[in-house]
């Protein structure tokens, strides 16, 4: 598979608990974005990385989101005491050295 | 920041007949205009891409054009068909980074 892949894709998990995403971007990407999506909107960014380092990172991100991308290669992004507002579907992108992005399928949270 | 505006959110069509799809934009400096499909479940598909120093861009059914005086673009599909039914995003980069800010989307449905 040379596609951007996501894991789960699926999480329920339930308001205080922490939860980890993992991304794996197109191999040769130095580029690997995390978006949120909730029903009825766009993809919403919240951190970008340029191989391992950490450029950006939207306001709207609280501190219990941590994402890292230690190696340059896959990614987590880390919820620590979840509440139900985190409830969306994150989205994973990767790119090669300009704006054309290329997806994942997504982890859909569900916090209850 | 860059702020992307999209119109209309819902669009019903007869099969065979055209859709349009605009987007404006707020950041001048913005130069590169990607437009992505996601169907149900999916994940956002990027579908076309202009840059600023075309007008217009095709690619089979797809079109988009871009005025970038006014900063907006659209997306024109023609002949449309009920596999087009899909929601689609526009997007644009924000400031001169790669990081794109996308629209809230446009839930097209063609009819049969």
């Known amino acids: 598979d040379t596609g951007v892949s996501q894991d789960p894709r699926h999480k329920i998990t339930k308001r205080g608990q922490n939860v980890t995403f993992r991304c794996d971007p197109i191999?040769?990407?130095?580029?690997l974005y995390w978006y949120r999506q909730t029903l009825g909107q766009g993809p919403e960014f919240l951190t970008y990385?340029?191989?391992?380092?950490?450029?950006?990172k939207s306001r709207l991100l609280s501190d219990r989101f941590s994402a890292e991308r230690p190696k340059g290669s896959f990614s987590t992004l880390e919820i620590q005491r979840t509440e139900q507002g985190d409830s969306a579907m994150y989205l994973c992108?990767?790119?090669?050295?300009?704006?054309?992005?290329?997806f994942g399928s997504g982890t859909q949270l569900s916090v209850l | 920041g860059e702020n992307v505006e999209q119109h209309p959110s819902t669009l019903s069509v007869q099969e065979g007949d055209s859709a349009v799809i605009k987007c404006t934009y707020s950041?001048?400096?913005?130069?590169?205009f990607p437009w992505y499909k996601q169907e149900l479940g999916k994940r956002p598909q990027l579908i076309i891409d202009?840059?600023?120093?075309?007008g217009e861009k095709k690619d089979q059914r797809i079109a988009v054009t871009l005025n970038k005086t006014a900063k907006h673009f659209s997306l024109h599909i023609t002949e449309t068909q009920p596999e087009d039914s899909a929601v689609y995003f526009c997007?644009?980069?924000?400031?001169?980074?790669?990081?794109?800010?996308f629209g809230s989307g446009t839930r097209l449905l063609v009819r049969p």
């Open positions: 202009i840059r600023s120093n075309v």
């Open positions: 992108a990767s790119s090669l050295r300009n704006e054309k992005l290329f």
């Open positions: 997007a644009a980069p924000e400031d001169s980074s790669y990081k794109l800010i």
């Open positions: 950041d001048s400096a913005s130069n590169y």
């Open positions: 990385f340029q191989n391992e380092a950490q450029l950006e």
């Open positions: 191999s040769e990407h130095n580029r």
